[in-house]
């Protein structure tokens, strides 16, 4: 081999290795890995945390059962399925065929500062004297409920799961496009935006729990089984070894440079994008993210272009802060994050 031929790959052998390197600082981030890790369990719920939600949910079920025996109140939302912090507030869901009970509620003694919030689905907003938790009361939501124990699901079939979607809804809070009241994105939403990255690596993180599962998710099964439906799933073995910090970058990537917003509708009940078509559940939308049993678009919030620009703009800079400083503090001050006990 001539002294030129080996220059050649001698020099090609350095490429190979600056190659090696830049991917390995790029893909392999133990020090923001450690960060997430971090934040999460600082901020996780605790068993006492879901223990007082649980106490009021029996006492307020046990109250209503004596005027309406055919009753039943259920825990929803991140409290329950597996997303929570230890802050979160609590929802609730009355599922009853007869009467109102708003009145009942107000009159209960655990019960303070209750508001009757009229929307489409009304809520009461009120205070467990007891415990201090804020709850938030809907009537007969079935579709929260189904949703709360599929999520719940995707949040303990992988290990990562938790981990990655509370770092990145604390991400949202922070940088102010985590309300839905404010026409940015509701909790809801994220936690599907995570789970559909997830789903749509080249090697999945997690499975498609409706298509592998479809007895277990008939959003057809009596609303009183739904809790129990879940139960046997085992935990999902994945081939992908990313870690945290490689996913918090691969999802903010993902929404900055390669998710088509103009032409694709989020599926996490197909692990997939749907196309954008003008139906008018997605047509003039600017986010559209598919509701996985009533097929409704979660994102519907978001209907001014300031918010969705706003909501752009934030995954496109995340991403090339955090992938030039692999620190979760240039994108989530940690300092200045404090858990509530």
Not at 136 to 150: A, E, Q, S
Not at 190 to 200: A, D, F, G, P, S
Not at 269 to 292: G, M, N
Request: charged share 25%; glycine share 2%; aromatic share 12%.
């Amino acid at each position: 081999m001539t002294f030129i031929r080996r220059a050649q790959v001698m020099a090609n052998f350095r490429e190979v290795i600056v190659c090696f390197t830049v991917l390995y600082l790029f893909f392999f981030c133990p020090q923001l890995s450690q960060q997430i890790l971090d934040l999460f369990h600082a901020y996780e719920q605790q068993n006492e945390d879901l223990e007082k939600k649980e106490h009021c949910r029996a006492a307020l079920q046990r109250d209503i059962q004596t005027i309406f025996p055919s009753a039943q109140v259920f825990l929803a939302g991140s409290s329950l399925n597996g997303f929570g912090t230890r802050s979160s507030d609590a929802d609730l869901c009355l599922v009853i065929e007869e009467g109102k009970v708003f009145s009942l509620c107000t009159s209960l003694s655990y019960i303070e500062r209750p508001q009757l919030i009229r929307a489409k689905v009304p809520i009461l907003k009120f205070r467990d004297r007891v415990s201090g938790v804020e709850f938030d009361l809907n009537f007969n939501n079935t579709v929260g409920i189904r949703n709360t124990f599929l999520l719940r699901t995707y949040a303990y079939v992988e290990k990562r799961v938790r981990p990655i979607i509370l770092v990145i809804k604390k991400w949202a809070s922070h940088h102010r496009i985590n309300d839905a009241s404010r026409g940015t994105l509701s909790s809801y939403t994220l936690v599907l935006m995570v789970l559909h990255y997830l789903q749509t690596l080249p090697e999945p993180v997690i499975p498609c729990l409706q298509m592998d599962y479809p007895e277990c998710f008939n959003p057809k099964m009596d609303i009183h089984l739904v809790p129990s439906g879940p139960s046997n799933i085992p935990a999902f073995v994945s081939k992908n070894q990313s870690s945290l910090g490689d996913l918090l970058l691969g999802f903010l990537k993902y929404y900055a440079t390669v998710f088509k917003w103009d032409k694709h509708v989020i599926s996490v009940r197909e692990a997939k994008t749907l196309p954008k078509t003008y139906c008018k559940e997605w047509r003039d939308k600017f986010i559209c993210v598919e509701e996985p049993f009533d097929q409704t678009n979660t994102a519907r919030a978001v209907h001014e272009k300031v918010k969705f620009e706003t909501i752009r703009a934030e995954f496109t800079e995340s991403y090339q802060v955090l992938q030039l400083r692999k620190d979760l503090n240039s994108i989530l001050p940690l300092k200045y994050t404090r858990p509530k006990r």
